[in-house]
């Protein structure tokens, strides 16, 4: 059974920082790029960051680049996204993903983490 479940969340200040995390189990996890997604609320979710199977590739959205930073560590079967001077739009729930190939979607999901930035 392959389960992804995030942790880190919670409810933070403007400029704070926070560190997701999203382990992976039931799946050979150094074999699937990675990504973090958001819902901010009544919005659909988007695209945050992504993640090469071996970490040399990364790719952020707009929003987030300079501020945010996608890791992994395959010996922990863990995926984290550093995130860094933190405001009020970047409240969401955080999902992780995992994908098997470049080419299309992601495969599987986790449950989600709330993050919250209060101004």
């Known amino acids: 059974q392959v389960q992804l479940v995030e942790s880190g969340g919670g409810l933070v200040q403007t400029g704070d920082s926070l560190r997701l995390s999203c382990t992976v189990s039931g799946l050979p996890f150094s074999s699937y790029a990675m990504g973090w997604f958001r819902r901010a609320p009544g919005k659909e979710r988007q695209f945050a960051a992504s993640?090469?199977?071996?970490?040399?590739?990364?790719n952020y959205a707009d929003s987030v680049r300079g501020r945010f930073t996608i890791s992994r560590d395959n010996a922990k079967n863990t995926l984290y996204l550093q995130m860094n001077k933190l405001q009020p739009e970047d409240t969401a729930v955080y999902y992780c993903?995992?994908?098997?190939?470049?080419?299309?979607?992601?495969?599987?999901w986790g449950q989600g983490t709330q993050v919250t930035v209060s101004s």
């Open positions: 993640i090469s199977t071996s970490g040399g590739s990364t």
């Open positions: 993903g995992a994908r098997k190939s470049v080419i299309g979607g992601y495969d599987y």
